[in-house]
């Protein structure tokens, strides 16, 4: 509360000083309007008190990581952008799809996303049968401000960085296609956790200004705020169901760290019923306490939840919530959803479900 009052003595000094600033300030009474709590405070700070400039907007700084070694998940092999020899000495799989992976804010290469999925792929991989797939991880930490350098992240530089980002990214799976390295780009599926979803859009964006139509994005509780309060040069360009062929959206922390937006051809809600104003996962309440750290444990559950669906593929939901534990199965959940099955999907995902994992 004591950081809105600031804002509003602030802003009654914006309001008699120039016109710039009276611009500046309409751009932060629209924040006030849109950017819902627990973020709004962090990025009025953001927008008042830090510089915004420390961060790399650079697209030479995306990185991207091959892994395919089953038997070793730390094994990886990084692929340079325009770089011919790069891409004639990576261990590809040919022919095998790529699942191209992106963090989200403050994360990296080595975080838990893309960690928990890679290593779902790879473990499928290792037990056989049709599973092979190139792993493709994108660190773009050096634009979303993965540094342990910096003390304080800002979000809002990492937003404006979805863009390049996932251009880049979209670059890159254009060269690997022109080299021979892509076999096909229907067979290209991007899953993007948070502000990484955005990027996967961007990609997917950049793609079709080239003419290619890439097969699929995942976007694992894509990056609310800011991208709710539609405000120019301020915003990154938000996931799109037109981004790819197919898109499949799986919602966590509705309304507080994810979008509060149907935005794919398909939107899962796992536990939808537990709190479906301000989405709250149930395996999240023994884990921690403060509504704040409970919602990050929230949304940091769709990547959870995905990779279960990669190894377990037996999980539906339903297109009716209110008989959400006697529906049909209408529609698979995660990695083995069909692209016929449109719509809102409600299921329940039980902690004891996430037991499954722990060995990841
Ligand atoms: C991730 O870990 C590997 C070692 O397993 C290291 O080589 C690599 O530099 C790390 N990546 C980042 C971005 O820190
Ligand atoms: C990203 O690509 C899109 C589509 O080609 C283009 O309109 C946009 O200007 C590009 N943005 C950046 C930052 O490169
Ligand atoms: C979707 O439905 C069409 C028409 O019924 C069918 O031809 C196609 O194989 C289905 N796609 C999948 C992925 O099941």
Redesign the pocket.
């Known amino acids: 509360m004591r950081h809105l009052e600031l804002f509003l003595v602030l802003l009654s000094v914006f309001t008699k000083a120039s016109s710039s600033d009276r611009e500046k300030a309409d751009i932060e009474r629209k924040l006030i309007k849109h950017v819902k709590e627990p973020y709004r405070t962090e990025i009025l700070e953001d927008f008042f008190t830090r510089k915004t400039g420390e961060v790399s907007s650079n697209p030479d700084d995306v990185r991207f990581c091959l892994y395919t070694n089953p038997y070793d998940s ?1 094994d990886f092999y990084e692929l340079r952008y325009k770089d011919l020899n790069s891409v004639k000495n990576a261990p590809i799989i040919p022919q095998a799809p790529w699942k191209v992976l992106i963090h989200g804010f403050t994360q ?3 975080s838990s996303m893309p960690g928990v999925i890679k290593n779902a792929y790879l473990e499928a991989m290792s037990k056989g049968g049709d599973t092979q797939v190139n792993v493709l991880v994108v ?1 773009w ?1 050096k634009l979303a401000y993965s540094s342990q350098d910096v003390l304080i992240p800002i979000y809002t530089a990492a937003v404006r960085n979805v863009e390049p980002a996932g251009n880049r990214t979209g670059e890159m799976i254009q060269f690997l296609l022109e080299n021979g390295a892509v076999a096909s780009i229907s067979k290209v599926h991007i899953v993007g956790f948070s502000l990484g979803a955005h990027v996967a859009g961007n990609a997917g964006n950049y793609l079709k200004s080239q003419g290619l139509s890439l097969g699929r994005i995942s976007g694992l509780d894509p990056a609310g705020p800011l991208f709710y309060a539609n405000i120019p040069n301020f915003n990154g360009r938000q996931l799109t169901h037109e981004d790819a062929v197919d898109v499949d959206i799986y919602h966590t922390s509705w309304g507080s760290y994810g979008i509060a937006e149907n935005i794919g051809d398909a939107d899962f809600h796992p536990n939808p019923g537990f709190n479906p104003l301000l989405q709250t996962q149930p395996s999240c309440l023994n884990l921690v306490k403060t509504k704040m750290l409970l919602q990050v444990c929230s949304h940091n559950m769709a990547p959870v939840f995905y990779a279960v669906s990669i190894l377990y593929p037996e999980i539906y939901g339903c297109s009716n919530f209110a008989i959400l534990r006697t529906c049909d199965k209408t529609g698979q959940f995660g990695e083995f959803w069909n692209s016929n099955s449109t719509g809102n999907f409600y299921l329940d995902i039980p902690s004891s479900g996430l037991l499954l994992l722990k060995h990841l």
Do not use: E
Request: glycine share 16%; aromatic share 0%.
């Open positions: 730390d990296s290469q080595n660190d930490g």
